[in-house]
C-alpha cells in the first residue's frame, strides 16, 4: 500500500508541541518528518534563525529534496510569519513541492495565508491531518484529497474554496491521544549551518519536559490569539481537560524514556479547575514528584490548590498582571481582575513561599502616563518575596511589549479608534526601567513615583553617573545591591550610612526619598507606631533637612505632592472602577426584573390558558354525561324493538 508522505517543518521552536501530536497520530501509518529549522536561544531570548541565513536554507532545501514529500507544511506562529513566507516561496520555486500553512498564525490570518501556499488548515488539525494523508493515499491525487477534507481552504479555477469547518476535540478524545512524539526518530533540526538527524531533543537543554494537560482558554483577551479562536469555535466548548489518568500515564512515560528532570506544563490556565488540581496534586507526589512550572491567573489562585501544588513539586508558576490600571485591564485587555484581587493574589503566593513571574505587558499606546503609574504604584504595594527575603524564592517579572496579532480584537480596536501604534522606544524603556525598579525592595516607598516624572531629566543625563540625576545609574546599580552600598562604593566606601533607608548624610547629596522618608517616619511617630530608632532618625534627617537649599526644599514638596496625588488618582480610579462595577450590577438587577415580569406575564398567560382548557373540560364533561343519559333513555327501546323483530 502507497504510504503518504509530509514533512512539517518549525521554525525558532524545538518544543512544537502541535506538530509533535499531529506525528504521534499519523506516524503509524503515514511518513511524517519533523524539521526544525533555527531554534530559541533561551540565554540571549532571541531567535536563531532568519531571512537570508543562505546555509541553513540551503541545508533545508537539500534535506527536502532527500525526502522526496508529498506535501511540505509549516506550522507556525503570527510573528515568524516572515520568515515562513520566504521559505515556503523558495520551496515551491526551487523544489515544485507543494506547500500547506496551519497553526495559529495561519488561523489568525488565512487570507494572507493561502496567497504564499496551495493549501491552508485553519483551527484545529488533530482530525484533519489524518484525513487528508488517508485520501492522499486512497486517491493518489493531492487535489481530490483536499476537496475532501474539512478546515482547508484550496485553490481551483474559480477562485479559493473553503471547506467546512470540522468540530473540536472532544474531552475524552483529546484524553485518548497517543502522548506527543519526542522520539527522535524522522526528526531533524538545521541550526547555525549545521544538520541534526533523529534529534531527540525537546524544549530547551534544561531537561523539562514541555506538556499540555488541557486544550484552550477561558478567558479572551484582547491581546491574545485565543480570541481569534473563540470566535472561529462560537458555539462550541473551547476549553477542554484531559482526565488526570491520561497525564499521570503520559508523565511516567515520560520519566522512563527520557532524560526528564522537571515538567513544563504549558496549558494557558493550569488552576482553572480546583478538583482536577487537587486531584492531579495527589496522584502527581505519588507517581511522577518531578519539580514543575505552570500558568495561573490572578482569579485563580487559590490557597488550597496552591499548597498542594506546592506540595506535589510546584517550584515556580507564571502569573499574568499585565498591567496595574484598572482602566486597561477592563475597558482595553478584557480582563476583568480588580487591583484588590491581584493583590490578594500575590499575598496568598507570598505566605505559601511560592516563586512567582510577574508578567506585564508594555509600550501600550492605550495607556496613559496615569495608567503607567498605577501599574507602578501596584507593584510596588504587591506582596512579594524579594531578594532581600529569601534569594532562592525572589519574584521575577516578565516585560513584553504590546504586540497586535493579526485580527486580534486589540488589532480591530487599533483600527476603529485610529490608534498610531508606533511607540517611542526611550520612553518605553524609561517606564520598564521603572518597572525593575519597583518590582525592587531598594527603593523607599514614593522614590520609583518621583522618577515617573523626571523623563526629560532622564533623557537628558542617562548616560551622567551621578545619583541624583542618573536614573539609568539607579537602575544599572541597584539591581543586585542595596541603594546604601551603592552610595558607599560611590563615594569611596568613606560614608556610614543606615543600610535600609539609605540616608546620604550632607545637604549636597541629600534626596527626594529621603524627604520621603523623613515624612514616613514622622508619620509613624504620630501615629504611635515610631520606636526610639525611628525617633533618632528622624531628628537626624530633620537636622539636614534644615540645610537644604530652597530648589531642593521646593522639589522635595513636589514629590511629596506627586506622590499624594498619585494616592489620589489611584482611589479615584478605584471609587470610578466600584461605580462602573454597580452600574453593571443595576444592569444585571434591571435585566433580571425585566426576565422576572416577562415570566410573571407568561405565567398569567398560562393560567388563563389552563382556566379555558378547565372549561372545555367541563363542556366535554356536561356532553358526555348528557350523551350518556341519551343513551340508558334510548336503551329499553332497543331492546323492545329488537324483541319485536324476534318475534316476527
Known amino acids: 500500500m502507497r504510504m503518504a508522505k509530509i514533512a512539517v517543518i518549525s521554525c525558532n521552536d524545538r518544543c ?63 510573528v515568524q510569519a516572515e520568515l515562513v513566507t520566504h521559505l515556503a516561496g523558495r520551496i515551491r520555486s526551487e523544489l515544485s513541492l507543494p506547500v500547506i500553512m496551519g497553526g495559529i498564525g495561519a488561523t489568525s490570518e488565512p487570507d494572507e495565508a493561502i ?29 481530490e484529497a483536499v476537496q475532501q477534507t474539512p478546515n482547508l481552504w484550496h485553490h481551483t479555477e474559480t477562485g479559493v474554496v473553503r471547506n467546512p469547518l470540522e468540530r473540536l476535540v472532544s474531552e475524552t478524545e483529546l484524553s485518548a491521544f497517543p502522548f506527543i512524539d519526542y522520539d527522535g526518530t524522522n526528526k531533524f533540526t538545521i541550526v547555525r549551518g549545521r544538520l541534526i538527524e533523529n534529534d531527540g531533543r525537546f524544549d530547551n537543554d534544561l531537561g523539562a519536559y514541555p506538556m499540555l494537560t488541557s486544550r484552550g482558554c477561558p478567558f479572551a483577551c484582547t491581546f491574545c490569539h485565543n480570541s481569534n479562536v473563540h470566535d472561529l469555535y462560537c458555539d462550541q466548548r473551547y476549553c477542554r481537560q484531559r482526565t488526570v489518568e491520561s497525564v499521570l500515564l503520559e508523565l511516567e512515560h515520560a520519566v522512563a524514556k527520557f532524560p526528564t528532570r522537571m515538567v513544563s506544563i504549558y496549558d494557558d490556565l493550569f488552576t482553572l479547575n480546583r478538583e482536577w488540581a487537587l486531584q492531579f496534586s495527589a496522584e502527581y507526589r505519588r507517581r511522577v514528584a518531578l519539580p514543575f ?38 475597558r482595553i485587555f478584557n480582563r476583568r481582575t480588580s487591583r484588590n484581587k491581584i493583590l490578594h493574589a500575590a499575598s496568598v503566593l507570598k505566605e505559601l513561599n511560592c516563586r512567582v ?45 504590546l504586540t497586535y496579532f493579526p485580527n486580534s480584537r486589540i488589532s480591530q480596536m487599533v483600527k476603529e479608534q485610529g490608534v498610531d501604534t508606533r511607540f517611542d522606544a526611550d520612553v518605553a524603556s524609561f517606564w520598564e526601567m521603572l518597572h525593575e525598579l519597583a518590582f525592587m525592595d531598594h527603593l523607599p516607598q514614593g522614590a520609583v513615583m518621583y522618577l ?46 543606615e543600610a535600609k533607608l539609605g540616608w546620604i548624610p550632607t545637604p549636597e547629596e541629600l534626596t527626594f526619598m529621603e524627604v520621603r522618608l523623613l515624612m514616613d517616619g514622622v508619620y509613624a511617630l504620630r501615629t504611635g507606631n515610631g520606636d526610639e530608632e525611628m525617633r533618632r532618625r528622624v531628628t537626624r534627617a530633620r537636622d539636614l533637612l534644615e540645610q537644604l537649599t530652597p530648589e531642593k526644599r521646593v522639589r522635595a514638596v513636589k514629590e511629596m505632592l506627586w506622590s499624594h496625588a498619585s494616592t489620589m488618582n489611584r482611589l479615584a480610579g478605584e471609587v470610578q472602577s466600584r461605580a462602573a462595577e454597580e452600574g453593571e450590577l443595576r444592569q444585571e438587577v434591571d435585566k433580571r426584573g425585566k426576565w422576572a415580569l416577562e415570566l410573571d406575564r407568561t405565567i398569567i398567560e398560562r393560567d ?41
Open 452 to 497: 515617573s516624572y523626571l523623563y526629560d531629566e532622564y533623557r537628558r543625563n542617562a548616560g551622567d553617573f551621578k545619583p541624583e540625576t542618573g536614573a539609568r545609574w539607579i537602575q544599572a546599580t541597584l539591581q543586585n545591591r542595596p541603594l546604601a552600598e551603592i552610595v558607599e562604593l560611590s563615594d569611596g566606601g568613606n560614608l556610614s550610612i
Open 357 to 401: 513571574q510577574i508578567d506585564l505587558i508594555t509600550a501600550n499606546p492605550f495607556e496613559t502616563d496615569d495608567d503607567r503609574r498605577d501599574t507602578l504604584d501596584l507593584m510596588q504595594a504587591m506582596p512579594k518575596i524579594t531578594r532581600t527575603d529569601n534569594p532562592d524564592r525572589a519574584w521575577y517579572y516578565c516585560q513584553s511589549r
Open 293 to 330: 512550572w505552570c500558568y495561573t491567573h490572578p482569579a485563580k489562585v487559590s490557597r488550597e490548590v496552591h499548597q498542594a501544588l506546592l506540595e506535589a513539586g510546584l517550584n515556580n508558576t507564571a502569573m499574568g498582571v499585565q498591567s496595574g490600571s484598572e482602566r486597561t485591564l477592563y
Open 608 to 648: 388563563a390558558l389552563i382556566r379555558q382548557l378547565q372549561s372545555e373540560l367541563d363542556e366535554r364533561t356536561r356532553w358526555a354525561l348528557a350523551m350518556d343519559q341519551e343513551l340508558k333513555r334510548k336503551r329499553p327501546l332497543q331492546w323492545a324493538l329488537r324483541k319485536f323483530r324476534r318475534s316476527e
Open 115 to 143: 496567497k504564499r501556499s496551495e493549501i491552508v488548515c485553519i483551527g484545529e488539525a488533530d482530525f484533519v491531518l489524518p484525513r487528508l494523508l488517508d485520501a492522499m493515499d486512497e486517491i493518489g491525487s493531492l487535489e
Open 16 to 78: 512544537c508541541m502541535g506538530a509533535r501530536q499531529l506525528s504521534s497520530l499519523v506516524k503509524n501509518r503515514h511518513a511524517f518528518y519533523l524539521v526544525c529549522y533555527g531554534e530559541y536561544h533561551h540565554p540571549t531570548f532571541s531567535s536563531t534563525a532568519g531571512v537570508g541565513d543562505e546555509e541553513d536554507e540551503r541545508l533545508l532545501l537539500g534535506l527536502l529534496k532527500d525526502l522526496s514529500p508529498d506535501l511540505v507544511g509549516f506550522s507556525y506562529r503570527s
